[in-house]
């Protein structure tokens, strides 16, 4: 059973800072990872999706990477604003089937 | 572009009424999921479609059921609602299970 583990459950920092969330995974069978963030009170926004087959994805001042054989993903988020905010999640889809399992989110404040 | 819509936002019900929660999306997305988002425990798959007329179950589909008759619909029924019940209900959509989804704004439900 795909277990998904987010470390560490929430993060403060000082605007401006440079800054990695971890996302890690028991079965490296993936088709894909997601990142997702979730303001409160909402739903959750796609930021980057990394398939089975990539290393890496960028989208503006954030990258993911993505390190299948030791179970592994990271968000990197450059140039933190308070924007930035949120709680970040993570999501694997096993292949040959749509499971989707989701980690418990880390917590980001990013202070003025 | 109205995107994922869900009905209602809130709602509380008694131990053992029914009800239906409706999730509407207009992108002309094949997938569909519901899920549940419960304090330190992330979000968990409930039950997903992969096209108009199918459904499948997820990690938690007891006491739940789903139909999806049109495309754009994807319905989430409880038919005795017990307090274990007690959630953020979220649906989802994407073109396919290699695109990113697109979450709707919740729905909280409360049993008493």
């Known amino acids: 059973k795909q277990e998904v583990t987010q470390i560490p459950a929430a993060l403060s920092v000082p605007e401006g800072e440079n800054l990695v969330l971890n996302c890690s995974f028991t079965?490296?069978?993936?088709?894909?990872l997601q990142w997702f963030r979730q303001d409160p009170g909402k739903g959750l926004t796609s930021l980057l999706l990394i398939q089975s087959s990539q290393r890496e994805q960028t989208s503006g001042r954030l990258n993911a990477s993505l390190d299948k054989s030791s179970g592994r993903s990271t968000l990197y988020i450059a140039a933190s604003q308070p924007g930035d905010s949120a709680t970040y999640l993570c999501a694997v889809r096993q292949y040959n089937n749509n499971d989707m399992r989701f980690g418990a989110g880390t917590r980001l404040t990013v202070k003025p | 572009n109205a995107g994922v819509t869900q009905t209602p936002k809130f709602r509380v019900l008694k131990t053992g009424q029914s009800m239906t929660l409706l999730c509407a999306q207009d992108?002309?997305?094949?997938?569909m999921y519901w899920y549940r988002q419960d304090p330190g425990m992330g979000l968990r798959l409930i039950h997903y479609s992969v096209g108009e007329g199918t459904t499948a179950k997820g990690e938690v589909p007891d006491g739940y059921n789903v139909s999806r008759l049109k495309k754009q619909n994807f319905l989430l029924g409880l038919e005795s609602a017990a307090p274990s019940q007690t959630s953020v209900y979220f649906c989802?959509?994407?073109?396919?299970?290699?695109?990113?989804?697109?979450f709707g704004d919740g729905t909280r439900l409360s049993i008493l």
């Open positions: 079965d490296s069978a993936i088709y894909n």
């Open positions: 992108m002309n997305h094949e997938y």
């Open positions: 989802a959509s994407s073109y396919s299970d290699n695109q990113p989804q697109h």
